[in-house]
């Protein structure tokens, strides 16, 4: 975490970025096991940055002080550049090839992720870009109005 309290991996424009400013979003809710999981983004939708985050809780809306726990891990290397002991377990990401679940050769800016279980078998869902495309302009993002799928 940083010294403002949220966790580096999510700043919403990059690493160094000096504001702090996160977003949370698409805070998509299924029930698993008897516990609920939300698949949520965080990052800039049309930015490298743009990942697919896993938190839990004991029910659907928490009690009055609590929240749904987001699935974390130590990061002892610093890879976030955060110096802080733990950083997001993402789902998804394509900002780091040296942070697990990195999927940038197969998608870039994986976020506002869906499950679905048919005949036991869990199915996820996701938006993302073609990693053959390359972000454009000045600020390096993603032509996010034009639609690209992938082979299966």
């Not at 400013?21 to 698409?26: A, C, G, M, N, T």
């Not at 698949?39 to 839990?56: D, E, I, Q, R």
């Not at 749904?68 to 610093?78: C, E, L």
């Not at 780091?96 to 036991?120: H, M, Q, Y």
Request: net charge positive.
């Amino acid at each position: 975490m940083t010294a403002g309290g949220g966790l580096a991996s999510e700043n919403y424009f990059n690493l160094r970025q000096k504001d702090g400013f996160r977003l949370v979003e698409v805070g998509n809710i299924i029930k698993v096991d008897g516990k609920y999981l939300m698949l949520y983004s965080v990052g800039s939708y049309k930015s490298h940055v743009y990942k697919t985050g896993v938190a839990w809780s004991d029910s659907f809306l928490p009690p009055h002080g609590a929240t749904y726990r987001k699935v974390t891990m130590p990061d002892p290397k610093d890879v976030w550049g955060s110096k802080s002991a733990q950083e997001g377990d993402y789902l998804l990401q394509s900002q780091l090839p040296n942070w697990p679940n990195c999927a940038g050769d197969t998608v870039r800016a994986p976020g506002v992720g869906s499950l679905v279980e048919r005949d036991r078998n869990w199915c996820l869902f996701f938006a993302g870009y073609d990693p053959k495309e390359k972000p454009f302009g000045p600020n390096h993002t993603f032509n996010a109005s034009r639609t690209t799928s992938l082979p299966a």
